[in-house]
């Protein structure tokens, strides 16, 4: 990883938070783990204005993102849940959101040249014929081990904007790619993804309708 990447990141943020700590041996990992930086950062993208094309946040997170070092891209796929959230929260209102529609055509645009375009698939068992666990009273014609290709997630076409026809793809792409990284996602980031999941399911009519994240 590029130290003076992170440590580039690191200052560019300090200007736009109110209060940053003193920057680390490992500023990538503070960015990452430190409490204080993602309560403040948290904060900002659920403000009632944050996500428009001139938020200085979401500008930082675009450019930090596309600066390519692994380490720092981890640190904008944390803030995921929330820049979703909010902004499926907020798009029925007709706010400027071109600030959070860059950052999530960013994190697609990378899983559509990772996939190189193509679909994710698993094989699964045929279910129609016995596991090898099991003995079968008729003899099978096919194979008992035979699979079934499955698709997890279509095929990816590049997109430069985000319209109402492909919000849900755009958005779900993402979230793909923050599962991906789960096991590297501090606790706190997974706690705002769980109160996202409640609110998508409907669990919290209130936030869903003042759309304030």
């Not at 490992?26 to 944050?50: C, F, M, T």
């Not at 849900?168 to 793909?176: C, D, F, N, T, Y």
Request: with cysteine; charged share 20%.
């Amino acid at each position: 990883m590029s130290d003076t990447k992170a440590e580039t990141a690191y200052k560019s943020l300090s200007s736009i938070l109110t209060n940053t700590p003193p920057s680390s041996q490992n500023p990538a990992s503070s960015l990452l783990y430190d409490p204080e930086i993602s309560s403040q950062v948290s904060a900002l993208l659920r403000h009632p204005n944050s996500g428009a094309g001139d938020d200085n946040l979401c500008r930082w997170l675009y450019d930090t993102f596309q600066s390519s070092d692994p380490q720092l891209q981890l640190v904008v796929v944390r803030f995921l849940p929330i820049i979703a959230g909010v902004y499926l929260s907020r798009v029925t209102l007709r706010k400027p959101l071109a600030g959070f529609e860059a950052v999530l055509l960013a994190l697609y645009s990378h899983e559509t040249t990772s996939r190189k375009g193509q679909s994710l698939t698993v094989n699964v068992p045929d279910l129609s014929h016995p596991s090898i666990y099991h003995e079968s009273k008729a003899p099978s014609k096919n194979n008992a081990t035979d699979l079934n290709l499955a698709v997890i997630s279509p095929s990816l076409e590049p997109h430069g904007t985000v319209r109402s026809t492909r919000r849900a793809r755009i958005v779900g792409v993402a979230l793909e790619l923050y599962y991906s990284k789960i096991p590297q996602m501090p606790v706190g980031s997974k706690i705002e993804f769980c109160e996202f999941c409640q609110a998508w399911a409907g669990q919290d009519g209130d936030m869903r309708k003042d759309g304030n994240g």
